[in-house]
């Protein structure tokens, strides 16, 4: 396995059309490059098709548009995030971004979201009717996205200072695409008007719930429930977690109905952040609500609640579907170094996920393996799932650097995930890393440790010398047992003790790595600053 590692967001980023966003992706590795040395992409999947977004080659910067950026002197610091400004529909999609510095590569996948507030427009503003005549008001709800939307009729009476939801006599249309990505809705209300109702105010309201689309349990997730076009200013907005008890006993019914909210759950309106908005003379709020999810809350609703006056709340719920990527991915092989004319049995380990369903495909440099052993899915640790998959085969002569591949596919990954294990029969060389001392500044007169540390190298059998101004030290030197990981590789740590005197000042240690897939020894230097 690699010393380059890279972490992006783990859940999908939401971002209002027109304003800024920034996407994760942090890399560390174990070398110390410098900005020549690293190379940056980003690819961005869209519905008109995947495109090259930024690219860096460690020298020279492409642009596909001018509203992205890679920050050059965050990139030498191990950030590799993508800046984009003026966010629109069009940029929302699956974002991957790979980081190269050779030999090593790592990529990492991050959801973009975007959203649109609609404008709402109530035609006429002064309608006048006579008593006993029929008449139309007219709701445009224009330019928003995404298609999903809710509009409620409200009426305010002269002798009732409270407004009332209206149910008869409403006409919704089905949202149009604009032809821009956004969407428009028309909604009527007919009246017929009495004396009762002279100087009457008809509100047209729309509300929806944001939700991301992938929700991973005890990761933080925003819920974004978005009230528009109210009046008066005064708007009261109730977030409410339904019990389980509450979910089984519920009868069916779509989010846009308005029924009591009588249902025992617990009130999450103290942890809401509301933001009121003003359009002219109307009103909106944007009432966002930040929770950790747990498996408990798979298949479990959440409710906005929106009280406007004395009138009958408006009530918008969403169902959540808790995901858990899985804890442990690894290709696994027995025995652990391949051996021509010998069975070798390769196990894709997949670990701690959530829900069960799970499909893994083998692949021999990318060509399908038709045979295949699996091991579950089976409930492992509580509610979360493992399978094992395993593959068998006689390795040959010509199997040397032929490549396997397990392509994971689970509801918690964006496409899939993907391991790989290269048959190796000659042998793989050390990574010899660069000497470290502890103390980290030796002393004059006191003891101090220098160890060199060598990792994924096989066979085992490896030679390391230390010397000191271009001679041999015995005395000191020590090694650490040879560790075998997953992969048939093999790691130690080397190393050599000595108490600096004052003429050790500005001498010159190294450490001679001899292995037989190298056909030159490996070195590294260390030059002794000592303390006085």
Same mark, same amino acid.
């Given at each position: 396995?690699g010393?380059l590692?890279?972490?992006?967001?783990?859940?999908p980023?939401?971002?209002?059309?027109?304003?800024?966003?920034?996407?994760? @992706?942090?890399?560390?590795?174990?070398?110390?490059?410098q900005?020549?040395?690293?190379?940056?992409?980003?690819?961005?999947?869209?519905?008109?098709?995947?495109?090259?977004?930024?690219?860096?080659? &460690?020298?020279?910067?492409?642009?596909?548009?001018?509203?992205?950026?890679?920050?050059?002197?965050?990139? %030498?610091?191990?950030?590799?995030?993508?800046?984009?400004?003026?966010?629109?529909?069009?940029?929302? &999609?699956?974002?991957?971004?790979?980081?190269?510095?050779?030999?090593?590569?790592?990529?990492?996948?991050?959801? *973009?979201?975007?959203?649109?507030?609609?404008s709402?427009t109530?035609?006429?503003?002064l309608p006048t009717?006579?008593?006993?005549?029929?008449?139309?008001?007219? +709701?445009?709800?224009?330019?928003?996205?995404?298609?999903?939307?809710?509009v409620?009729?409200?009426?305010?009476?002269?002798?009732?200072?409270?407004?009332?939801?209206?149910?008869?006599?409403? !006409?919704?249309?089905?949202?149009?695409?604009?032809?821009?990505?956004?969407?428009?809705?028309?909604?009527?209300?007919?009246?017929?008007?009495?004396?009762?109702?002279? /100087?009457?105010?008809?509100?047209?309201?729309?509300?929806?719930?944001?939700v #991301?689309?992938?929700?991973?349990?005890?990761?933080?997730?925003?819920?974004?429930?978005?009230?528009?076009?109210?009046?008066?200013k005064?708007?009261?907005?109730?977030?409410?977690?339904l019990? $389980?008890?509450?979910?089984?006993?519920?009868?069916? @019914? #779509?989010?846009?109905?308005?029924?009591?909210?009588?249902?025992?759950?617990?009130?999450?309106?103290d942890?809401?952040v $509301?933001?009121?908005?003003?359009?002219?003379?109307?009103?909106?709020?944007?009432?966002?609500?930040?929770?950790?999810?747990? *498996? /408990?809350?798979?298949?479990?609703?959440?409710?906005?609640?929106?009280?406007?006056?004395?009138?009958?709340?408006?009530?918008?719920?969403?169902?959540?579907?808790?995901? %858990?990527?899985p804890?442990? @991915?690894?290709?696994?092989? *027995?025995?652990?170094?391949?051996?021509?004319?010998?069975?070798?049995?390769?196990?894709?380990?997949?670990?701690?996920?959530?829900?069960?369903?799970?499909?893994?495909?083998?692949f021999?440099?990318?060509?399908? %393996?038709?045979?295949?052993?699996?091991?579950?899915?089976?409930?492992?640790?509580?509610?979360?799932?493992?399978?094992?998959?395993?593959?068998?085969?006689?390795?040959?002569?010509?199997?040397?650097?032929?490549?396997?591949?397990?392509?994971?596919?689970?509801?918690?990954?964006?496409?899939?995930?993907?391991?790989s294990y290269r048959?190796?029969?000659? &042998?793989?060389?050390?990574?010899?890393?660069w000497?470290?001392? /502890?103390?980290?500044?030796?002393?004059?007169?006191?003891? !101090?440790?220098? $160890? +060199?540390?060598?990792?994924?190298? +096989?066979?085992?059998?490896i030679? %390391?010398?230390?010397?000191?101004?271009?001679?041999?030290?015995?005395?000191?030197?020590?090694?650490?047992p040879?560790?075998?990981?997953? $992969?048939?590789?093999?790691?130690?740590?080397?190393?050599?003790?000595?108490?600096p005197?004052?003429?050790?000042?500005?001498?010159?240690?190294?450490c001679?790595?001899?292995h037989?897939?190298?056909t #030159?020894?490996?070195?590294?230097?260390?030059?002794?600053?000592?303390?006085?």
């Amino acid at each position: 396995e690699g010393t380059l590692k890279l972490t992006s967001s783990t859940f999908p980023v939401h971002s209002l059309a027109g304003s800024d966003v920034e996407l994760t @992706c942090m890399f560390s590795s174990s070398l110390t490059p410098q900005l020549t040395d690293i190379a940056v992409e980003w690819k961005a999947d869209t519905r008109d098709g995947q495109m090259m977004v930024y690219s860096f080659d &460690g020298k020279k910067e492409v642009y596909n548009r001018n509203r992205s950026e890679v920050s050059q002197r965050r990139l %030498v610091l191990g950030d590799a995030s993508l800046h984009l400004r003026n966010v629109t529909v069009g940029d929302e &999609g699956l974002y991957t971004c790979t980081v190269l510095i050779t030999p090593e590569m790592a990529f990492g996948t991050t959801q *973009l979201d975007v959203s649109v507030q609609p404008s709402v427009t109530l035609l006429p503003e002064l309608p006048t009717i006579t008593v006993g005549e029929e008449r139309t008001l007219l +709701c445009e709800i224009n330019r928003f996205y995404p298609k999903p939307i809710d509009v409620v009729w409200f009426i305010k009476k002269d002798f009732n200072p409270e407004q009332e939801a209206v149910s008869r006599d409403i !006409c919704t249309g089905i949202p149009l695409p604009n032809g821009d990505e956004t969407f428009s809705v028309q909604s009527r209300i007919t009246l017929w008007a009495t004396a009762k109702e002279s /100087d009457a105010v008809y509100t047209c309201q729309v509300s929806e719930i944001l939700v #991301s689309e992938m929700i991973f349990g005890n990761e933080t997730v925003t819920l974004i429930c978005n009230i528009s076009a109210f009046r008066p200013k005064q708007v009261q907005v109730k977030w409410l977690r339904l019990s $389980n008890q509450s979910l089984q006993e519920k009868e069916h @019914c #779509s989010s846009s109905e308005r029924i009591p909210l009588q249902e025992a759950g617990e009130d999450l309106s103290d942890m809401a952040v $509301n933001k009121p908005l003003k359009h002219g003379r109307l009103y909106s709020t944007v009432s966002c609500l930040r929770i950790v999810p747990t *498996l /408990d809350d798979d298949n479990r609703e959440y409710r906005c609640r929106v009280l406007h006056g004395k009138s009958k709340p408006v009530i918008k719920s969403t169902t959540l579907r808790v995901k %858990v990527r899985p804890s442990y @991915c690894q290709i696994t092989s *027995l025995p652990h170094i391949p051996e021509p004319g010998k069975q070798l049995v390769l196990c894709c380990r997949t670990e701690q996920f959530y829900p069960r369903a799970i499909t893994l495909k083998w692949f021999r440099d990318e060509l399908l %393996v038709e045979q295949f052993t699996q091991f579950g899915s089976f409930q492992d640790r509580g509610r979360l799932y493992s399978v094992w998959n395993q593959i068998e085969l006689t390795v040959s002569k010509n199997d040397h650097k032929v490549v396997y591949t397990c392509r994971v596919y689970h509801e918690s990954f964006t496409g899939f995930k993907e391991l790989s294990y290269r048959i190796n029969l000659q &042998g793989m060389p050390p990574e010899v890393l660069w000497i470290t001392s /502890d103390p980290a500044q030796p002393e004059v007169g006191k003891e !101090c440790t220098l $160890n +060199c540390h060598m990792n994924n190298f +096989c066979p085992d059998t490896i030679t %390391v010398k230390w010397l000191k101004n271009n001679l041999q030290v015995d005395n000191g030197v020590s090694s650490s047992p040879s560790i075998l990981d997953t $992969n048939g590789r093999y790691s130690l740590y080397s190393f050599l003790k000595l108490t600096p005197t004052r003429d050790d000042q500005g001498s010159v240690i190294k450490c001679i790595v001899e292995h037989s897939t190298l056909t #030159s020894c490996e070195e590294r230097s260390y030059r002794l600053h000592l303390v006085n």
